[in-house]
T-cell receptor, first 113, second 112 residues
Framework: AQSVTQLDSHVSVSEGTPVLLRCNYS??????LFWYVQHPNKGLQLLLK??????LVKGINGFEAEFKKSETSFHLTKPSAHMSDAAEYFC???????????FGKGTMLLVSP | DTEVTQTPKHLVMGMTNKKSLKCEQH?????MYWYKQKAKKPPELMFV???????INESVPSRFSPECPNSSLLNLHLHALQPEDSALYLC???????????FGPGTRLTVT
């Protein structure tokens, strides 16, 4: 079985400060891990993905995430938040060889001026 | 073209109506998906099509009827829906066996 836990339902930051969205996963096999972003009333956009290559993954819009097997974590970071980053973020896991996705419950990122 | 399109963007229907949602992609993907997303919740998988054949049905009520007429199109036929079916319906596609799914913008459905 596989599961994903997003540790914070809401994260609030000020514009220009760092962002940290936390994600822990549970998987019996080698997982593939993703972060998706969803702006209000929009579909999901893939930010970045980990598929057993480099453990530090760079994505779009300055986001990156580090796969830490020992901690079963895949936290999302960005050095400096922008107002346009305000959205819902989903951490997602997929078992190797299967295309179905298991979503975390989401973290709402709020960015204040 | 890395886009998944969905029509309509918004749909309001009564409980006795029949309507259809449409999804289209031209990326050559042979796996297509329907998800349902309630407010402030993650998407829930409804159906998966592989090579135009239904491969996964996540115990979805029969008032939702999917159809995949060709490799680029995916429909979701709706009949006798309930108010609790109001949600954002998302379509996605991927290469077979790939974990990377491309999502459309969704159809916001309201059942009155």
């Amino acid at each position: 079985a596989q599961s994903v836990t997003q540790l914070d339902s809401h994260v609030s930051v000020s514009e220009g400060t760092p962002v940290l969205l936390r994600c822990n996963y549970s998987s019996s096999y080698s997982p593939s891990l993703f972060w998706y972003v969803q702006h209000p009333n929009k579909g999901l956009q893939l930010l970045l993905k980990y598929t057993s290559a480099a453990t530090l993954v760079k994505g779009i819009n300055g986001f990156e995430a580090e796969f830490k097997k020992s901690e079963t974590s895949f936290h999302l970071t960005k050095p400096s938040a922008h107002m346009s980053d305000a959205a819902e973020y989903f951490c997602v896991v997929s078992l190797s060889g299967y295309s179905t996705l298991t979503f975390g419950k989401g973290t709402m990122l709020l960015v204040s001026p | 073209d890395t886009e998944v399109t969905q029509t309509p963007k918004h749909l309001v229907m009564g409980m006795t109506n029949k309507k259809s949602l449409k999804c289209e992609q031209h990326m050559g993907h042979r796996a297509m998906y329907w998800y349902k997303q309630k407010a402030k919740k993650p998407p829930e998988l409804m159906f998966v099509y592989s090579y135009e054949k239904l491969s996964i049905n996540e115990s979805v009520p029969s008032r939702f009827s999917p159809e995949c007429p060709n490799s680029s199109l995916l429909n979701l036929h709706l009949h006798a829906l309930q108010p609790e079916d109001s949600a954002l319906y998302l379509c996605a596609s991927s290469q077979i066996g790939s974990y990377e799914q491309y999502f459309g913008p969704g159809t916001r459905l309201t059942v009155t």
